[in-house]
Nanobody
Framework: QVQLIESGGGLVQTGGSLRLSCAAP????????MAWFRQEPGKEREFVAA???????EYRDSVKGRFTISRDNAENTAYLQMNNLKPEDTAVYYC????????????????????WGQGTQVAVSS
């Protein structure tokens, strides 16, 4: 079990920026595939972005060009930089992780991930 500690949510105006952080204390961080999902009330959790253990990334179409996922293995932390935020980005954002024996694995499905953060609220006002 990997503990994931999220931070960085908040309230911003349309066009603003936020950076989410997901810390995973421990020596295995470099072997983790990391991802961000988001969920609105009454809706299913949806994929936002993922980064493999070797640094390859993938995004949902609606955030491409605005969001950037990254990782700092020395700090055991993954980040989601969100720029040009829109009201439709409003949701609770969750960090997810799974230990991967292969460096290029990730998934857009929540069920693939074994560990989850507590969630952080992102609200974008119009």
């Amino acid at each position: 079990q990997v503990q994931l500690i999220e931070s960085g949510g908040g309230l911003v105006q349309t066009g603003g920026s936020l950076r989410l952080s997901c810390a995973a204390p421990g020596r295995i961080f470099s072997t983790l595939a990391m991802a961000w999902f988001r969920q609105e009330p009454g809706k299913e959790r949806e994929f936002v972005a993922a980064i493999t253990s070797n640094g390859a990334s993938e995004y949902r179409d609606s955030v491409k060009g605005r969001f950037t996922i990254s990782r700092d293995n020395a700090e055991n932390t993954a980040y989601l930089q969100m720029n040009n935020l829109k009201p439709e980005d409003t949701a609770v954002y969750y960090c997810a992780a799974r230990r991967s024996d292969l460096p290029n694995l990730y998934s857009t499905l929540p069920s693939w991930y074994e560990n989850w953060g507590q969630g952080t609220q992102v609200a974008v006002s119009s």
